[in-house]
């Protein structure tokens, strides 16, 4: 069983339908991170989450919004998105200024019609 | 000029054999390192860390030189099962970056 969940575990969406991807993590990580991936391509990271505060967003467009609600959970926002952003969308943790890696979810499966 | 970098493969490898797998990374002040293995359609899931005493854990040895600043990770008489991609990940502050992944099929 993996620590970290993402809901849902799919989605399909309309390019004008608003949607959102949950993540929660009771691991006590203070740092959490939205990545996205395509098919045979390693994990791109999209945004870093530090003590609940937005320390990295790399350049990604404002379609994709997230939202750390408090030190547990993690939402990616989502309006207007393209074809293109069909992807697997993943969500993990780690403990800042620490030894260790990520835990992964085990994301969420976006399909854009 | 990329972070990590790893031999993409594809390795097809008969069950028993030994593999290995190479990565490089740029910064020389990067502070850890990983193997993380991902199967078709699965999350990452964490194989191991890599120390730089190197470690071994089962028929998979990693191992660090911070010299030349790359990592490998060697599997020994592989499994059907070991078939996935590795991947590695080479942590900075609060940042990981990914290698591109090395796929490995181990055939029958």
């Known amino acids: 069983d993996t620590e970290v969940t993402q809901t849902p575990k799919h989605l399909v969406m309309g390019m004008t339908n608003k949607k959102s991807l949950k993540c929660e993590q009771h691991m006590g990580h203070r740092a959490m991170y939205w990545y996205k991936q395509k098919a045979k391509k390693p994990p791109e990271l999209m945004f870093v989450?530090?003590?609940?505060?937005?320390?990295i967003n790399e350049s990604v467009p404002s379609r994709f919004s997230p939202e750390c609600p408090n030190s547990s959970l993690l939402n990616l926002h989502l309006h207007a998105l393209q074809p293109e952003d069909s992807a697997l969308y993943l969500c993990a943790s780690s403990q800042p200024d620490r030894e260790g890696g990520y835990t992964f979810g085990s994301g969420t499966r976006l399909t854009v019609v | 000029r990329k972070e990590v970098e790893q031999d993409p493969g594809p390795f097809n490898v008969p069950e028993g054999a030994t593999v290995a797998f190479n990565c490089t990374y740029s910064?020389?002040?990067?502070?850890?390192f990983f193997w993380y293995r991902q199967d078709c359609r699965k999350e990452p899931k964490l194989l191991m860390s890599v120390y730089s005493s190197g470690n071994e854990d089962g028929r998979f040895t990693a191992q660090l030189n911070r010299a030349s600043q790359y990592i490998s990770l060697l599997i020994r008489d592989s499994k059907l099962s070991d078939s996935a991609t590795y991947l590695c990940v080479v942590k900075e502050g609060n940042q990981f970056y990914f290698g591109t992944g090395t796929s490995l099929t181990v055939i029958p």
């Open positions: 910064n020389s002040a990067s502070q850890s």
């Open positions: 989450y530090s003590y609940e505060k937005l320390s």
